[in-house]
């Protein structure tokens, strides 16, 4: 991309590769297209993405940004990086018609397993994060003998180091990577839909916890609660899952 056409753009989009700029781009890949369009072109594109509130708004927004004053390149560069952003969009919307194929395959699937519905009731977990959890953790039901044997795995159950009167709570470093990364994404989710969820965060925070030590200490306490949905087969239950926490009590937090 060009400077002149990226500078354009990132003034009008914050996300290049969503629905809005690439419909744009896919009708202007250079500047000197992008500054001649109109706003009931850009509307037009928009509503192709999807765009269905504040069109005409937030076309009007993304011509000023487009016909707004930026450095020039010589005419046969811009005209060669437009051919290159042509290509771009539409390897990138490829991509993304083919990233929503998978995922109605994957819900498909997942929506026939047995833990499907005890997995999707806990806060955070969609279908596609709670299959990826599931998939990481295996679904053989006696793997884990105990909520601590499930966390071990995961690597959310903290390595405890004492010496004399200095005590050390650390994470550990030897895990499933790509179950951590989930589990991550899993506590970030759960703050926003569960209360139980948030006040455990914050007790840690509260603590002087950073905010990725607050989060793996929730991903710990959530991968207690998935064993014990699944070891029951017990959809996800907010007064039970946190009832007996104590908010005065970190250690018990942990």
Not at 52 to 78: H, K, M, N, T, Y
Request: aromatic share 4%; glycine share 6%; hydrophobic share 40%.
């Amino acid at each position: 991309m060009s400077t002149n056409l990226r500078l354009r753009t990132l003034v009008a989009f914050d996300d290049l590769t969503s629905p809005d700029a690439l419909e744009v781009l896919r009708i202007a890949p250079t500047p000197a297209r992008g500054a001649t369009l109109s706003r009931s072109k850009i509307a037009a594109a928009l509503r192709r993405g999807g765009r269905q509130r504040r069109v005409d708004q937030r076309a009007a927004e993304i011509q000023a940004a487009l016909r707004s004053e930026q450095l020039q390149a010589p005419q046969v560069v811009a005209t060669a990086m437009g051919a290159s952003v042509a290509a771009s969009v539409a390897v990138i919307a490829e991509m993304v018609t083919q990233s929503a194929f998978l995922e109605r395959e994957l819900e498909a699937g997942f929506e026939q397993h047995p833990d499907a519905e005890v997995v999707r009731s806990l806060p955070g977990l969609g279908t596609v994060l709670g299959a990826r959890v599931l998939g990481e953790f295996g679904d053989e039901p006696n793997r884990y003998a105990t909520p601590k044997c499930r966390k071990n795995y995961a690597g959310t159950s903290p390595i405890t180091r004492a010496s004399g009167t200095k005590r050390a709570v650390l994470a550990r470093h030897v895990r499933n990577r790509r179950l951590a990364d989930a589990i991550d994404m899993w506590a970030f989710a759960s703050l926003q839909t569960s209360p139980g969820a948030r006040a455990h965060y914050d007790l840690h925070r509260a603590a002087d916890d950073s905010h990725h030590q607050a989060l793996r200490a929730l991903g710990n306490r959530l991968v207690g609660i998935l064993h014990g949905c699944l070891a029951h087969h017990t959809a996800y239950d907010e007064t039970i899952a946190w009832a007996h926490r104590s908010e005065n009590n970190l250690t018990q937090a942990a």
